[in-house]
T-cell receptor
Framework: ETGVTQTPRHLVMGMTNKKSLKCEQH?????MYWYKQSAKKPLELMFV???????ENNSVPSRFSPECPNSSHLFLHLHTLQPEDSALYLC???????????FGEGSWLTVV | EDQVTQSPEALRLQEGESSSLNCSYT??????LFWYRQDPGKGPEFLFT???AGEEKEKERLKATLTKKESFLHITAPKPEDSATYLC??????????????FGTGTRLTIIP
């Protein structure tokens, strides 16, 4: 069982829909991340939360909206997405001041 | 420009045929180099962290090494279950709160029985 759990694993949504991705970590970490993985491209960091505060937002379009209610949970709210947003969205966690981050299994998003 | 480059892009080996994957980097202030394994449709699984040139880490058939410019992931006598994409990531930055983690595009390894 992975220490970082993501739901749903697969999501198909229309461009006018609103949906959310959920992430929960069971590792006692205090930093959480959203990454986007597209074919043939490196992982792209989207958002970082450290001690429940957003510390990085890498020029991500406003149609992606993160939420971190506590150190164990992270959400990515999605609205009016574009087909090019179809990708694998990965949640990860780490301990602040420690280097290694641990990933969840990912949520496959298809925008139609 | 800070970069992480992995080669080859894809590698096919016969079972038992040893080889190496390369990760070269051009960053300032290296704080750590990470190797991950990713199976199709799944998230990356952590393998190793290397912090300084000359450091080596081993796990089963895998051995990671680090120099000032590159890292190698050596795979000895691989088995079909070693087939996966191997990702390299580099963490760098000048101090607390300024660390960046940059990933390469990965090497897709296929071990043929």
């Amino acid at each position: 069982e992975t220490g970082v759990t993501q739901t749903p694993r697969h999501l198909v949504m229309g461009m006018t829909n609103k949906k959310s991705l959920k992430c929960e970590q069971h590792l006692g970490h205090n930093a959480m991340y959203w990454y986007k993985q597209s074919a043939k491209k490196p992982l792209e960091l989207m958002f970082v939360y450290s001690l429940e505060e957003r510390v990085e937002n890498n020029s991500v379009p406003s149609r992606f909206s993160p939420e971190c209610p506590n150190s164990s949970h992270l959400f990515l709210h999605l609205h009016t997405l574009q087909p090019e947003d179809s990708a694998l969205y990965l949640c990860a966690s780490s301990q602040v001041l420690e280097n290694t981050i641990y990933f969840g299994e990912g949520s496959w998003l298809t925008v139609v | 420009e800070d970069q992480v480059t992995q080669s080859p892009e894809a590698l096919r080996l016969q079972e038992g045929e040893s080889s190496s994957l390369n990760c070269s980097y051009t960053v300032s202030g290296l704080r750590g180099l990470f190797w991950y394994r990713q199976d199709p449709g799944k998230g990356p699984e952590f393998l190793f962290t290397l912090y300084s040139a000359g450091e080596e880490k081993e796990k089963e058939r895998l051995k990671a090494t680090l120099t000032k410019k590159e890292s190698f992931l050596h795979i000895t006598a691989p088995k079909p279950e070693d087939s996966a994409t191997y990702l390299c990531a580099v963490q760098y930055g000048s101090g607390f709160g300024n660390e960046k983690l940059t990933f390469g595009t990965g090497t897709r390894l296929t071990i043929i029985p």
